[in-house]
């Protein structure tokens, strides 16, 4: 057969999540949170370790983290105990608490040279942007991923809005009370969001006995 008439071969097209992880991202597990913690306090890094302790601690989603404002969690010469925001997706309020830690980070970060005069919380260093993005802080979490040596593909930035309230479900069952820390509107939602099945409800009912 002449060459002209030979079929085309094509390459074969390697699918995008071949080798990945897909799916929902897993929370991060408490010594990830106290490795990367400290890998970031040696580190000397102010904005990135208050990121981080912000990301765990308000249980945001991307968009509104890196939204943030000063005065959203800053008022007269101290950071809030507790302090609420405005969904983007919902338009509906949640509020969550700052602990000590992600407090004095938050103190230190905001007192930095850098942040003088600025009204974000998290400002991008790209020109004519006034804030990180959310492809940004995706690059952050999977640096933070990186440093511990886990799949990347497995962990993304709803990992940081879950690690908190992962640890929530898992120690109290209580789905009520992630439900409101979520922002969630339908119970649904956050059953789905935790991936709870009937395997996290035999243990639940195993651990009462009457």
């Excluded at 981080?52 to 005065?71: E, I, Q």
């Excluded at 940081?160 to 109290?172: E, F, G, H, L, S």
Aim: aromatic share 6%; with cysteine.
């Amino acid at each position: 057969m002449p060459a002209d008439f030979l079929p085309a071969l094509r390459p074969a097209r390697v699918a995008w999540n071949k080798g990945r992880i897909i799916g929902q991202k897993r929370p991060l597990l408490p010594r990830h949170v106290w490795s990367i913690r400290v890998r970031l306090e040696m580190a000397g890094n102010p904005r990135d370790l208050a990121l981080f302790n912000m990301a765990v601690d308000s249980k945001l989603r991307g968009c509104d983290l890196v939204a943030l404002r000063v005065r959203d969690v800053f008022a007269a010469g101290r950071v809030k105990e507790r302090a609420s925001m405005i969904q983007s997706k919902t338009g509906k309020p949640v509020r969550f608490e700052i602990t000590e830690t992600t407090r004095l980070s938050l103190e230190s970060w905001i007192r930095d040279p850098e942040m003088i005069g600025l009204d974000f919380l998290w400002p991008s260093r790209i020109h004519g942007s006034p804030h990180l993005s959310t492809r940004q802080y995706a690059r952050i979490v999977r640096g933070w991923v990186m440093s511990l040596g886990l799949e990347t593909s497995a962990y993304g930035t709803h990992s940081m809005r879950r690690t908190k309230v992962a640890q929530i479900y898992k120690k109290t069952g209580n789905l009520r009370a992630v439900q409101l820390l979520l922002g969630h509107t339908k119970m649904d939602s956050t059953v789905r969001y935790l991936g709870v099945d009937i395997e996290d409800a035999l243990a639940l009912s195993e651990g009462i006995d009457l």
